[in-house]
C-alpha cells in the first residue's frame, strides 16, 4: 500500500526563520511531487510541484526531492505568521492521476 | 492558472434530504475528477474518483448508493448525498487535474450539515 508518511507536528517557528517540513513516501514508482498549504476550513492550495531530483525554487518556498532516499521536502524562508497552516505533502505514480495525501504537518509561525 | 468551482459552499438541511454539490473545471477539460470528504482536524479522505463517461471508482468503505457521483461531461462532476444523516456533515472537496502526473486543484469545498 502506498504511504506518505509527515510529522504531524505542530511544527513552531519564529516569524523571519527558516520552516522545514519533511516527507517520506513509500512507492518508489511515484513520480510526481506535490505541497500543499490548507488553512483551517479551507480546501487545500498547491504551493509547489516537482518531478526531478534536486532543488526547485519559487519566491520564499523551494521544494528538495531526493528519489534515492524517498524524500520530499518543503523549505520556506522568512517565514510570515500567514504561513500558518497546515502542509499537506502528496504524491502520484506514472501515469496516475490519483494523489496519495500525508496527513499534513500544521506550522505555526510566532510573531 | 487552472480554476476548479464547487457550488455550493455551505448547505445546512433537515436529516433524510438528498444533497447534490457541483464541482467544474472552468479552464480545462478534466475526464478525471476526485471527490474527498474530511472531517474536522483529520486528513483528506478519498471517497472516489470521477470519471467522464463511466462509473465512478469508489474507495473501500464508501458506500456507492449512499454517494451517487454523476460526470457527464469534461467539465462537471457531481456528488448527490442521498438521505443525508448528521454523520454525513463533513467538509466535501473536489479536485481535477488537466493531465496525469499534473498537480491536482481544489475546490473550495463545501461544507454540508445535517441537522
Known amino acids: 500500500q502506498k504511504e506518505v508518511e509527515q510529522n504531524s507536528g505542530p511544527l513552531s517557528v519564529p516569524e523571519g526563520a527558516i520552516a522545514s517540513l519533511n516527507c517520506t513516501y513509500s512507492d518508489r514508482g511515484s513520480q510526481s511531487f506535490f505541497w500543499y498549504r490548507q488553512y483551517s476550513g479551507k480546501s487545500p492550495e498547491l504551493i509547489m510541484f516537482i518531478y526531478s531530483n534536486g532543488d526547485k525554487e519559487d519566491g520564499r518556498f523551494t521544494a528538495q526531492l531526493n528519489k534515492a532516499s524517498q524524500y520530499v521536502s518543503l523549505l520556506i524562508r522568512d517565514s510570515q505568521p500567514s504561513d500558518s497552516a497546515t502542509y499537506l505533502c502528496?504524491?502520484?505514480?506514472?501515469?496516475?492521476?490519483?494523489?496519495?495525501f500525508g496527513k499534513g504537518t500544521k506550522l505555526s509561525v510566532i510573531p | 492558472g487552472a480554476v476548479v468551482s464547487q457550488h455550493p459552499s455551505w448547505v445546512i438541511c433537515k436529516s433524510g434530504t438528498s444533497v447534490k454539490i457541483e464541482c467544474r473545471s472552468l479552464d480545462f477539460q478534466a475526464t478525471t475528477m476526485f471527490w474527498y470528504r474530511q472531517f474536522p482536524k483529520q486528513s483528506l479522505m478519498l471517497m472516489a474518483t470521477s470519471n467522464e463517461g463511466s462509473k465512478a471508482t469508489y474507495e473501500q468503505g464508501v458506500e456507492k448508493d449512499k454517494f451517487l457521483i454523476n460526470h457527464a461531461s469534461l467539465t462537471l462532476s457531481t456528488l448527490t448525498v442521498t438521505s443525508a444523516h448528521p454523520e454525513d456533515s463533513s467538509f466535501y472537496i473536489c479536485?481535477?487535474?488537466?493531465?496525469?502526473?499534473?498537480?491536482?486543484?481544489f475546490g473550495d469545498g463545501t461544507r454540508l450539515s445535517i441537522l
Open positions: 502528496a504524491v502520484n505514480g506514472a501515469g496516475s492521476y490519483q494523489l496519495t
Open positions: 479536485s481535477a487535474s488537466f493531465q496525469d502526473n499534473q498537480p491536482q486543484h
